[in-house]
Structures are given as structure tokens and as C-alpha cells.
């Protein structure tokens, strides 16, 4: 019964998000098979595309692609990254975006988040801009390293938009262009406006952990057409012509299958009751700890709406007498997986030699937090099974 960390929820185990699949996934992924449309030209994958944009408020394009990181991966050379530039991120995130700026032989430099909102602090940012960087002509270079500076990519972590106005405006006010990296928190706003709509250009994921999923998905938003285009044209091999097999580029094979769009077209249909689920299961999550010393329950700042993707809550080691780790280890000893966050960037060996700007708050979140089981079809009883444990673990 006990749950190794990183293990797959089974039969009676709760697991930290798993995928609800409970609509017309069936039904359509046999359309599929069928018709025999199961590659990338198909009629899902518009229609998935379509929807998407609809569900985003209009007035942006969106192009499938086959995950999160390859979204980030053409978002990047569509904005015009060359090796050797660099991209302003959290160092709390998962690593796919800091990766995908190395594919592009560039570099991340990791700013810090706020102690409140867990998010890219606006002000941090700011006081880099106007501290370590200066103009050269039009362009921006980071004075210590002496890169060009092309971009901020800001991450909406754990289902919880960014701060995304002050962002935006330092971020333009200095001529670079801005990734939203939205892979965690689709479904979520800020100030009314849905997140995947904000930056430059922003990026979704499907994979199986995520709101919505496709089994592995991605999409590329933007309000740019020739963008999008140029997206479509960079994701299918860069074909100038298809039938004679010319090629104006090196482009990649990143498109979506006709099968999984069938499935986010399924999933995306199902989206606001999974909205409703996340969030309801974060109240009782927020109701349950708010009068425990010692566990912070999650934030969520009064200019956001979250969908809570990942429920995490902060364990005050010197006030439990015990750690976030080691409240990890009792939860799977009862069949009850919970994960900490992500190792900062700036200390991952993966990502050596990048720059890191007086990063503390990431740093100290990684140590307290722990993200509970959060999927959208856990019942109430699991959920309660879940916060006895940990009530049990503050009984001191
Ligand atoms: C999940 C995730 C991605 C990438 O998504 P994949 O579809 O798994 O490639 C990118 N960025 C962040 C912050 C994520 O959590």
C-alpha cells in the first residue's frame, strides 16, 4: 500500500494529479481510427485549435503541437533568439523552459519569485533591467556576461497566473519580447483575462499531469498571424513546397496527431467542470490547514483566479519540529503520493554556468513545499483520508 516517491497511483492509492477521462474521448478517438485519420492532418486538429481559441476569448490564433516543450521551443525562435542571447525566468519552475533556451544554443538568466505569490517578481525584474543591463543602439545587454538580452519568460506556476502587468510593461518598456509560459495553469485568470493570452506569444502543455491532456500535447497562442504562420511552417518541416519537397529551413516534425486532438477536443469540452473540481478541492484543502501553525496553504493573490494545478502548501519546519520530507514519507506510507517542488534552476547541474540574480525565495520555497494530491477526480473522502494524515503529523 505504501507509495514510493515518484511512483503511479493504483488501486486504492491517491495520486498527486492524474488524468479525468469522462467525456467523448472515446467516442472520438474511434472517429479516428475510423476514418483512418490518425496523423497529423486531420479534422481534430483544426477543430482542437479552433476551440482552444474560443475558449481563450477570441482574437488569437492557436497551433497544436506535440507537447509543452516544443510550444516553448518554436515560441523561442519565432521571437528571435539567437544562440548566445539570453531569456529572463523564474528559477522556480520545472526545467522544460530553461531547456528549451538552451536548445536554441541561448542562455536563461533566473530571477527570483515573490515571497507571496510564489510568481517571477516584477520587481526583481525591474531592478535587473535597470541595474545589470544597459542599451547598446536598440538592443539590451546584460552588463556581467555581456549577452544580448531578448526576452522574459515568465511562468504561471502551479495553476496561478504570473504578475503580468508590471511585467509586461518592464518587459516592453525595454524592448523584449515576452513568452507566457502558461503550460501549469490553463483555465486560470488574471484580473478577469485569461492566462495564454498575455505574452508575445504563449504556450500550453496536454501532458498527462496537466489540467487538460492529450496524452502528450502542447499549443503555441498568439494574437499575430504572421506568427502563427510562421509557427504552422516551422513545426512542419518548413515545407515551401510540398509536393517537390522544398524546403526553405530547418524546421522540425512537431505537429499534433489527429488521435490526441481528438482527445483534447474531448477534454476541452469538459474544462470548466475540471476548473470547478480543482478549485473546490483547494477550498477544502484552504478551510482544513488555514488554522494549523506551521502549514501555509496556498496562495492566490486577490488580482488572480487559480485553478490550483497542483495543490502545495508550505511545512515551517521549526514550528512542526518536522520537515516537508518527511510529512512526504508518512503520506506514502499510507498510499498517498505527494511530490516537493522543483530543484531551483540556478542549483540544477543540468543548467551550469547560467546567471542567477539574488535568488533567496525560490530557494526556500523548494525547502518547505510539498504539493498534495490534487487530481480532479480524487472524491471527498480521499481527500479528507489526506488532510486527517496530515492533521496527525501536526499533533505535537
Ligand atoms: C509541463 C510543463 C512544461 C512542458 O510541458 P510538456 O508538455 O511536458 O513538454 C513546460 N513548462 C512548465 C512550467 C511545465 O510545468
Known amino acids: 500500500m505504501s507509495f514510493e516517491p515518484g511512483a503511479v497511483a493504483g488501486n486504492g492509492r491517491i495520486g498527486l494529479c492524474e488524468p479525468h477521462i469522462a467525456g467523448n474521448e472515446w467516442i472520438y478517438i474511434k472517429e479516428c481510427l475510423d476514418s483512418g485519420w490518425v496523423s497529423s492532418a486531420g479534422n481534430f486538429v483544426g477543430r482542437f485549435e479552433q476551440e482552444m481559441a474560443n475558449y481563450l476569448g477570441g482574437g488569437v490564433e492557436a497551433v497544436a503541437v506535440v507537447n509543452g516543450t516544443s510550444a516553448l521551443h518554436i515560441s523561442l525562435l519565432i521571437a ?49 533591467l535597470s541595474e545589470e543591463s544597459e542599451k547598446r543602439g ?5 552588463r556581467s556576461t555581456g549577452r544580448r538580452i531578448k526576452a522574459v519568460l515568465p511562468v504561471d506556476l502551479l495553476g496561478h497566473p504570473a504578475d503580468m502587468d508590471p511585467i509586461i510593461d518592464t518587459a516592453h518598456q525595454h524592448g523584449l519580447v515576452v513568452i507566457e509560459d502558461a503550460t501549469e495553469s490553463l483555465g486560470a485568470k488574471y484580473k478577469g483575462r485569461p492566462v495564454g ?31 502563427a504562420a510562421r509557427a504552422r511552417y516551422l513545426t512542419t518541416q518548413a515545407k515551401d513546397d510540398p509536393l517537390e519537397y522544398i524546403h526553405g529551413e530547418v524546421g522540425f516534425n512537431y505537429r499534433l496527431t489527429n488521435l490526441q486532438a481528438a482527445m483534447g477536443c474531448a477534454q476541452l469540452e469538459q474544462i470548466d467542470k475540471f476548473i470547478e473540481a480543482k478549485r473546490g478541492i483547494a477550498a477544502r484543502y484552504e478551510e482544513a490547514f488555514r488554522d494549523l501553525t506551521g502549514i501555509t496553504p496556498m496562495p492566490q493573490a486577490e488580482w488572480a483566479q487559480s485553478v490550483f494545478w497542483l495543490y502545495t502548501v508550505l ?17 506514502g506510507q499510507s498510499g498517498i503520493q505527494a511530490r516537493p517542488l522543483w530543484q531551483p534552476l540556478h542549483k540544477s547541474p543540468a543548467l551550469a554556468n547560467c546567471q542567477a540574480f539574488q535568488v533567496r525565495v525560490a530557494e526556500q520555497l523548494q525547502n518547505r513545499a510539498l504539493s498534495l494530491p490534487s487530481s480532479v477526480g480524487m472524491t471527498e473522502n480521499q481527500q479528507k483520508m489526506v488532510i486527517q494524515l496530515i492533521a496527525t503529523f501536526f499533533d505535537f
Request: aromatic share 10%.
Open 315 to 331: 511545512i515551517d519546519e521549526e514550528l512542526v519540529g518536522s520537515s516537508s520530507r518527511k510529512l512526504m514519507l508518512k503520506l
Open 197 to 227: 493570452t498575455f505574452g508575445d506569444i504563449s504556450c500550453l502543455s496536454f501532458n498527462g499531469n496537466k489540467l487538460i491532456t492529450t496524452g502528450g500535447g502542447g499549443m503555441i497562442i498568439t494574437d499575430k498571424p504572421e506568427w
Open 80 to 128: 528571435g533568439l539567437q544562440p548566445d542571447d539570453e531569456v529572463l525566468m523564474p528559477a522556480l519552475s520545472f526545467i522544460a523552459p530553461a531547456n528549451t533556451v538552451r536548445y536554441c544554443g541561448a542562455w536563461p538568466v533566473f530571477l527570483d519569485v515573490d515571497q507571496e505569490t510564489w510568481q517571477l517578481n516584477p520587481a526583481q525584474l525591474e531592478s535587473f
Open 138 to 142: 536598440k538592443e539590451l545587454f546584460n
